[in-house]
Nanobody, 123 residues
């Protein structure tokens, strides 16, 4: 059974930082592209960032470029999201997802999803 479990969310002031983690089990982690998505209240889920299977290639949404960094540790079956210079508009539930073979920015490309972790940025 595949499980993706996010952690590290919380309440932070604008300008602060958080590091999210996503621990994967039940799948061959190194074979999957991993991604982070987010969903704010009343809005659709949106792409944040993705990382290739080896970790050598990353891609970011314009809204987080230069502030967020995705990384992965294939030995630990874990993907991370370092979020710096947080803004109130970053407030959302953050989801990690695993993708076997897709391009990586569309929700439909992802095969497995975690339950999400709440990030709240106060102004």
């Amino acid at each position: 059974q595949v499980q993706l479990v996010e952690s590290g969310g919380g309440l932070v002031q604008a300008g602060g930082s958080l590091r999210l983690s996503c621990a994967a089990s039940g799948l061959t982690f190194r074979g999957y592209r991993m991604g982070w998505f987010r969903q704010a209240p009343g809005k659709e889920r949106e792409f944040v960032t993705t990382i290739s299977q080896s970790g050598g290639s990353t891609y970011y949404a314009d809204s987080v470029k230069g502030r967020f960094t995705i990384s992965r540790d294939n030995a630990k079956n874990t993907v991370y999201l370092q979020m710096n210079s947080l803004k109130p508009e970053d407030t959302a539930v953050y989801y990690c997802a695993a993708n076997w073979g897709g391009a990586g920015t569309a929700i439909k490309d992802y095969d497995y999803w975690g339950r999400g972790t709440q990030v709240t940025v106060s102004s």
